[in-house]
């Protein structure tokens, strides 16, 4: 090739770098603005006094939020009830969506309609979830759960007025509107396991538990894993249903370390330490999450 046409063609991938330079730097710094420079900022928050009870006493104050967090015994609760809460409604969404799954594989008609009707809770607001199941479903003596409590001889049940059950009720509540996003997941993970396997399984006479334990699980188990870190991720971090149920009652029993902050931040306007408490959060999901991304890994 002569230096011309050499010369021609690195002017002509410099100026691809710059014309896809410049389509990209638009959302680059979208991402930036909605993103790391939140993220900054609330890590400057949480190293500073910024409270606007007393706005007078505001300023660099180091860790001493971070020592006050951990000598802090509400901050252990309400982390205990995020640990709680997310183990919980995890396991339930991938035991109820594989069960799902498996059904709806096995059915010769109405796949297409079982599957619109399961994925209608995903594309609900979690507010407006936790306003339909606080007033229709777990309101006592007219909700529909107190009815059938009360048929079944339970008698009428304070749902969201005992500790133990409003904990219950928030996890039944999150469980039921993302089952459906483990179920889909999994019900095309199954749809794409090879038949032959199977057919070579029924040739050996190996029963349906066999099949399930030594073919199905294994071959879903890089989508079981993906799904439990993704719904980790959000149990985490869930506010806007537990908020709407209960507020973080009776008392701090549904309170999440999510809620924590909030109140700390916006009720008791405490910003500086709320901004501490969402950092120790964010610190909680990072950790699970690197865990559990190393154990897909490992698998």
Sequence with gaps: MSPSGTNYSKALAVRER????????????????????????????????????????DGFIG????????????????????????????VLQVVIGLALALLVMGMKRGQGLFRIIAILPVVLSPAV??????????APEFGIVDYFAIMAGLGSQNWLGDPTLALVSVVVIHTWQWTPFAFMVLLASLAALPDDLYEAARIDRASAWQRFKRITLPLLRPAIVMVIIMRTMVALTAFAAIFTVTGGGPGTATEILNLYAYRKSFTELSIGYGSALAVALLIVTVLISAVLFAVRRAR
């Design 18 to 57: 710059r014309f896809a330079t410049a389509l990209l730097a638009p959302a680059f710094l979208a991402l930036m603005a909605t993103t790391t420079f939140p993220l900054l900022y609330l890590i400057w928050t949480s190293v500073h006094r910024m409270d606007l009870a007393m706005p007078f006493a």
């Design 129 to 138: 979830v936790g306003m339909v199941w606080r007033t229709f479903m777990l």
């Design 63 to 90: 860790f001493a939020n971070y020592r006050e967090l951990l000598q802090d015994s509400r901050f252990w609760a309400s982390l205990a009830v995020s640990l709680i809460y997310t183990g919980t409604t995890v």
